[in-house]
């Protein structure tokens, strides 16, 4: 299989992004999506990682004031990670079950904020851990192995 | 069928002009909510969808989706057009119901 090809070169994309700055969200997942099929990995790695990807910045986009994707990819496996700088989630777990959304009105009007994010990067990610502090900040990692069998 | 064949059989405008057209599409999907769009929006589709805010752009273009379909003739700014052309994303638009529009395609399809 292409995806485990020992020869996947090592590389790292950051992307900075701004508080409610939605379109660059989606344009870091669609500029990761396109290098990821560059380097020819498999359809189904690559559309799990961009739902990753989107879902990440988006979560910092929304509820971050500012913060940082860092994609980084290697033979074993492509690691997510978005850093911000802001509200922090109270409660990992309540945060984690599907529905839950502490997104504003206006935010819920443009379709975001049904409470799927991160529901939506744990199903598409092997290992997921998010680490918050009320009023710090947020840090996420979210790995998919190469190798990994493909989602449902 | 190609998105030319589709406009002339569901009756609608491509708001964007003649981007895509001969493409082809496989399937479709109806939903507002981003989320569910990005998680389920398959290869080929066009996708139906009451939002018409940037980031649906945003959205269309991570799932490569073939055309956007506003329902019920509602405005779309003429900035989100220009960003849509810009980024090569058809955007349609019909007088019809999301419920409605989504049969017509569906049916189209078969």
Known sequence: ?152 | MTLAELIGNIRCEAITGDINMDREIRTGYTSDLLSDAIANIEEDSVWITMQRHINILGVAKLKDVVAIVIPRSLQVEQSVIDKAREEGIAILRGPQTAFEISALIYNALR
């Open chain 1, 1 to 152: 299989m292409a995806a485990s090809d020992a020869s996947t070169p090592q590389i790292t994309l950051e992307f900075p992004i701004e508080e409610k700055d939605f379109f660059m969200a989606g344009e870091s997942a669609s500029r990761v999506k396109k290098i990821l099929q560059q380097l020819g990995l498999g359809q189904d790695i690559i559309r799990r990682v961009a739902i990753i990807i989107y879902e990440a910045a988006m979560n910092v986009a929304i509820h971050g004031s500012h913060g940082q994707l860092e994609v980084h990819v290697d033979p074993v496996a492509i690691y997510v990670k978005t850093a911000d700088e802001g509200a922090g989630i109270p409660d990992i777990e309540l945060a984690m079950s599907e529905g839950f959304s502490t997104a504003s009105d206006e935010i819920r009007e443009m379709g975001f904020g049904a409470g799927m994010g991160l529901p939506n990067i744990k199903k598409n990610s092997d290992d997921l851990s998010v680490e918050s502090k009320i009023n710090e900040g947020t840090l996420l990692r979210a790995t998919v192995y190469l190798n990994s069998v493909p989602s449902p």
